[in-house]
Nanobody, 120 residues
């Protein structure tokens, strides 16, 4: 069982930066692929980024590539999402997720989300 708690969201002006954190409980964190998703009210949750257990492979949505960076620290059971050059359209609730699969088709564990609001 993996429990996930996100933090680091907030209000930022366009062009600004934030760093989101997702702290995981459980000894199996280091064996799981970790991901970030986001959701706007009335829309489906969308994929943002994922990172394999050993950090060898990172994958990004086209909309964030070059602006966001996912990373993890297995010693701290934490995954991060650095958000740079933020745009108003990045406003959403951001969720982290975990799964044992290298490329998950359905993620097993989810956090409760953290709100990111980007003002123009």
């Amino acid at each position: 069982q993996v429990q996930l708690v996100e933090s680091g969201g907030g209000l930022v002006q366009a062009g600004g930066s934030l760093r989101l954190s997702c702290a995981a409980s459980g000894r199996t964190f280091s064996t799981h692929t970790m991901g970030w998703f986001r959701q706007v009210p009335g829309k489906e949750r969308e994929f943002v980024a994922r990172i394999t257990w050993n950090s060898y492979i990172t994958t990004y949505a086209d909309s964030v590539r070059g602006r966001f960076t996912i990373s993890r620290d297995n010693a701290k059971n934490t995954v991060y999402l650095q958000l740079n050059s933020l745009k108003p359209e990045d406003t959403a609730v951001y969720f982290c997720a975990a799964d044992r699969a290298v490329v998950p088709s359905a993620w097993s564990y989810w956090g409760q989300g953290t709100q990111v609001t980007v003002s123009s």
